[in-house]
């Protein structure tokens, strides 16, 4: 449901209003990269340990098996969304002729991209988690309003700019060298493209391993207080 509401959202954004109040970039070939991040962009991606509470404090005390769970987070929120937005480039491609170089690049992106913004965006889940609890529950049991409000709203809304940020600073080398040669955030050139696609690669799957890794180590540094947080609900 946040996923289609998500995708939802986005696609409202960006078909709705004139094409600059949201998004500086608004070409054909961009939508479903930037509909595929918006899709990721909410609490799946980060509150990867107050969501599934229970079992994340079975495996705090073993890196292997709470990376593995992270993984697997991830990569479900990716089948989610990523075939769907390959789909999206698909219609794209066919509605505004895309050339053969572009459509694979543009879905490469889409498949690429959100590995890197995931395995970072869990950090904010490992260092702030909150539970999953029903909003009658959690309004029942709202004093002290700091932490079972308040906190608990800002972790909401969060995502939103914590995903699109880290997927933003995973394409930034790409942006600036097409900022840099050619005076525009997207390059005409579809060998241009092609190629920032590539680097984008090699930049996500750094961030993927990179960002599962130092998620995996705050974790066990924390873990005392986070199985003390997991196990018990009204702690917010």
């Known amino acids: 449901m946040v996923v ?3 995708g939802l959202l986005r696609a409202g ?3 709705l209003p004139p094409p600059d109040w949201f998004f500086g970039v608004h070409t054909a070939r961009v939508f479903p990269i930037i509909l595929a991040v918006w899709m990721l962009a909410d609490v799946p ?3 990867v ?3 599934d509470a229970r079992r994340i404090a079975a495996v705090l005390d073993s890196p292997r098996e709470l990376r593995r769970m992270l993984t697997a987070k991830n990569l479900v929120l990716w089948v989610l969304v990523a075939p769907l937005c390959v789909v999206v480039a698909l219609v794209v491609a066919l509605l505004t002729q895309a050339t053969l170089l572009s459509t694979p690049a543009t879905i490469a992106a889409i498949t690429i991209v959100p ?3 995931l395995g970072v965006a ?3 889940g490992i260092l702030y988690p909150y539970h999953a609890l029903p909003l009658r529950l959690r309004w029942q049991h709202r004093r002290p309003y700091g932490r079972m409000v308040l906190r ?3 972790l909401v809304v969060l995502p939103y700019g914590l995903v699109p940020l880290v997927a933003t600073v995973v394409i930034l080398p790409v942006l600036s060298g097409w900022r840099l040669s050619s005076g525009s955030w997207v390059s005409g050139s579809d060998a241009a493209f092609a190629l920032g696609v590539v680097i984008v690669a090699a930049v996500a799957t750094a961030a993927w391993f990179g960002g599962h890794a130092i998620g995996t180590r705050l ?3 924390r873990s005392q207080a986070l199985r003390a947080f997991l196990d018990d609900p009204l702690r917010g």
Do not use: D, E, K, V
């Open 4 to 6: 289609a509401i998500n």
């Open 13 to 15: 954004a960006w078909f």
């Open 45 to 47: 991606a980060t509150n």
């Open 49 to 51: 340990l107050g969501s």
């Open 115 to 117: 590995f890197g913004a």
């Open 122 to 124: 869990a950090w904010l």
């Open 152 to 154: 608990w709203a800002l």
């Open 219 to 221: 974790a066990g540094r």
